[in-house]
Nanobody, 128 residues
Framework: QVQLVESGGGSVQAGGSLRLSCAASGNTRKTNHMAWFRQGPGKEREGVAAVATRGGTTYYADSVKGRFTISQDNAKNIMYLQMASLKPEDTAMYYC?????????????????????WGQGTLVIVSS
């Protein structure tokens, strides 16, 4: 099993920044991709950013490209999401996820059903 714990959420004004963290523990060697998803009020869950944990390739949703940066500290088993230029529409519960994905289909890396392990989420509120 893999356990994931998110932290770093909070309230911020539009234009501000936040950094989310996801600490992974357990049998993390079973997985090769980690990702951030979010679910805003009345919205479907959507993939925000993903990283191939062994190669470092990153993937982003169009809505966050240029504003969010996903990174990882493999020595500490921590994944980060640096969020800048935040907008009210970024308000959501943010979830960390991990999975073993073996595919050339880049769209799969931001598809929630591809992920087996999930954290409990951390809330981000962006006020205008």
């Amino acid at each position: 099993q893999v356990q994931l714990v998110e932290s770093g959420g909070g309230s911020v004004q539009a234009g501000g920044s936040l950094r989310l963290s996801c600490a992974a523990s357990g049998n993390t060697r079973k997985t090769n991709h980690m990702a951030w998803f979010r679910q805003g009020p009345g919205k479907e869950r959507e993939g925000v950013a993903a990283v191939a944990t062994r190669g470092g390739t990153t993937y982003y949703a169009d809505s966050v490209k240029g504003r969010f940066t996903i990174s990882q500290d493999n020595a500490k088993n921590i994944m980060y999401l640096q969020m800048a230029s935040l907008k009210p529409e970024d308000t959501a519960m943010y979830y960390c996820a991990a999975a073993a994905i073996y595919s050339d289909s880049t769209g799969l890396f931001l598809y929630d059903e591809a992920y087996s392990y999930w954290g409990q989420g951390t809330l981000v509120i962006v006020s205008s």
